[in-house]
């Protein structure tokens, strides 16, 4: 099946710094990926959606100078927390999708901004 | 807006049949996917209904009624490993390809 792999698995970082972090799909060209943010025993909340080529599309809410979304090649999508605060650490998930309906995910980054 | 409904958490003992509702309130979506996800881990898809009607994959079943804005999950012969958290979504196609998660069912499994 497809592979999508993010790195880092785990970051911990000082509150103001900004965070980046890697979503690739392995084995497959994803011409469109997703960023989640999930929090504690709480549900996946969609962020954006990342065309590549294009500029990313945000949810509602969702501060697009914080959390700044690159999908440059058909592998590689990445998603900068700028000023990094307490209140964004959280479970980060990507997903990548190729042709036809199925969205195969990452493991996901833990982060924590102490 | 969009709001996908699920029962928090649900506990059911080794070998039974448990069922994980959602109900929701949107429409205009393509279909109705079901994932797992284990503690810490990434979401891994079970199954998807893209009509109305019962959709059979091993021990897993998913059913879905658009008319009733309601779908469920059935897990068979429960094991051990299947305590985990459950999530319904629905598929947006068309031009967004969004996938929008319900609240989640946390299954305990007893032995």
């Known amino acids: 099946g497809a592979v999508v792999s993010q790195h880092p698995s785990r970051v911990i970082c000082k509150s103001g710094t900004s965070v980046k972090i890697e979503c690739r799909s392995l084995?497959?060209?994803?011409?469109?990926m997703f960023w989640y943010r999930q929090f504690p025993k709480q549900s996946l909340m969609l962020m954006a959606t990342?065309?590549?080529?294009?500029?990313?599309?945000?949810e509602q809410g969702v501060e697009k100078d914080k959390f700044l979304i690159n999908h440059a090649s058909l592998t590689l999508s990445t998603l900068t927390v700028t000023s990094a605060h307490p209140e964004d650490s959280s479970f980060y998930i990507c997903?990548?999708?190729?042709?036809?309906?199925?969205?195969?995910f990452g493991p996901g980054t833990r982060l924590l901004v102490l | 807006g969009q709001s996908l409904e699920q029962p928090s958490e649900v506990t059911a003992v080794e070998g039974a049949i448990v069922q994980i509702n959602c109900t929701y309130q949107t429409s205009g979506f393509y279909g109705l996917s079901w994932y797992q996800q284990h503690d810490g881990g990434a979401p891994t898809f079970l199954s998807y209904?893209?009509?109305?009607g019962l959709e059979e994959t091993g021990r897993f079943s998913s059913f879905l009624s658009r008319s009733d804005s309601y779908g469920y999950l059935l897990l068979q012969e429960l094991q051990m490993k299947d305590s985990a958290s459950y999530f319904c979504?629905?598929?947006?196609?068309?031009?967004?390809?969004?996938?929008?998660f319900g609240t989640g069912t946390l299954l305990a499994v007893q032995p």
């Open positions: 997903s990548a999708k190729e042709v036809g309906e199925t969205q195969y």
């Open positions: 990342s065309n590549e080529g294009s500029k990313a599309t945000y």
């Open positions: 209904n893209a009509l109305d």
């Open positions: 084995d497959f060209q994803a011409t469109t």
């Open positions: 979504a629905v598929y947006y196609g068309g031009a967004t390809n969004k996938l929008i």
